[in-house]
């Protein structure tokens, strides 16, 4: 299979490639389009051979749930049985963005949907052209991230050609997105809302709307027994090829304790910011960011985790992000890459 790129400008939408694309989704198959988070790559959700589909492509295990994304708030109640007022006032204050909720589903979404789950994972993303191409594709889109399985999460749309050329037809090029890791995934089906995966919409935003707010116990928990209950979070994730090490502690210490890896043969990367870049003569050095704009480290992480593959370092080294704020998601994604592995000095 051929797969094109579509390049979309989103202050002036093409409506003859969106329809394509539209065309494409309502006759079972599969586009890949860019969010505010990470690229999608979305199918029909209520056509459960596009389902099938989207888990081929991935090479991901079936039993991992999609989140359905929409583009109206009238389409919700036709999937899910009841809307909580919870839901309905984080709607108000975070839809359309990156935010996912998960609610009891209705019959229309089909199981090969949800992983065999009763509930349903539902999203209305703030992307123009994820908006238009939902509405032009039937209003439900089901869509993971569109990576290889295991692989960093998609920023760009050469990210996205990299892992799916050949699997999918479509590729809408967007550019590369705002945020740069996955929408903040809160359960509404428990008695107390519980964040399944932080994200940009922060623990204390969601707080500030709703009150007590929890953080799952599988994600917090250093007993690897307590299992997230987003049944993605339990698989290896957004790992490089190369055996990569937080390393924790003074800032100084941190810096030495890198600086003695890079003095072998090895060939090493280091994950650093805009404030310590200096500070490391050797190495494949990547500079994720600045510690005093956490967005630009959001930005660049899978894209540097994305590097290191390409550039075939051995082992990797990355300082370490403090948890408050969008830090939480931050450390969340690189503690997975690590395989939670973190030296603490
Ligand atoms: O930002 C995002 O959310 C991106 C963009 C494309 O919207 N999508 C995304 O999808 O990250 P994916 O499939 O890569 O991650 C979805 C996560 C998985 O960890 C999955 O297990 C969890 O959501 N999930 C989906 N449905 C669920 C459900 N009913 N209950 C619990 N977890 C669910
Ligand atoms: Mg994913």
């Not at 050095?285 to 600045?290: E, P, Q």
């Not at 992000?321 to 030296?343: D, S, T």
Request: glycine share 10%; charged share 25%; net charge negative.
């Amino acid at each position: 299979m051929q797969t094109i790129v579509q390049k979309i400008d989103r202050a002036q939408i093409d409506a003859a490639a969106m329809e394509e694309a539209g065309r494409i989704l309502r006759s079972g198959g599969l586009v890949a389009f860019p969010t505010e988070t990470v690229y999608g790559l979305g199918g029909d959700a209520l056509d459960e051979s596009a389902a099938r589909r989207i888990y081929a492509a991935k090479g991901r295990p079936s039993d991992n749930p999609l989140i359905v994304h929409i583009a109206d708030m009238e389409h919700l109640a036709e999937i899910v049985t009841e809307i909580p007022e919870a839901a309905r006032k984080l709607a108000e204050a975070f839809w359309p963005g990156p935010l996912t909720m998960i609610f009891q589903k209705s019959d229309r979404v089909p199981y090969g949907t949800t992983g065999g789950l009763d509930t349903v994972a539902v999203r209305m993303p703030s992307d123009p052209i994820a908006l238009e191409l939902i509405r032009r594709g039937g209003g439900y889109v089901a869509a993971p991230s569109a990576n290889t399985s295991g692989r960093p999460s998609p920023t760009t749309a050469q990210h996205v050609y990299e892992d799916l050329q050949g699997r999918i037809p479509m590729i809408l090029d967007g550019g590369a997105v705002q945020i740069g890791l996955e929408s903040t995934i809160v359960d509404l089906t428990e008695e107390v809302p519980t964040v399944l995966r932080p994200g940009y919409i922060s623990m204390e935003m969601l707080q500030a709307v709703l009150g007590e707010v929890r953080m799952d116990r599988g994600l917090i928990a250093d007993d690897s027994n307590v299992r997230p209950k987003a049944p993605g979070m339990k698989y290896r994730h957004y790992a490089p090829q190369a055996d990569l090490k937080i390393v924790e502690g003074p800032q100084e210490q941190v810096i030495s304790y890198i600086n003695e890896k890079t003095a072998g043969e090895k060939q090493v990367g280091i994950i650093c910011t805009e404030e310590t870049k200096a500070r490391y003569p050797r190495g494949d050095v990547k500079c994720v960011g600045s510690r005093k704009d956490e967005l630009s480290i959001a930005n660049h992480l899978f894209a540097i985790l994305r590097e290191f593959d390409a550039d075939g370092v051995e082992e990797i080294y990355s300082e370490s992000f403090e948890a408050p704020g969008l830090g939480q998601a931050i450390m969340n994604r690189l503690l997975k890459a690590a395989g939670h592995q973190v030296i603490t000095l």
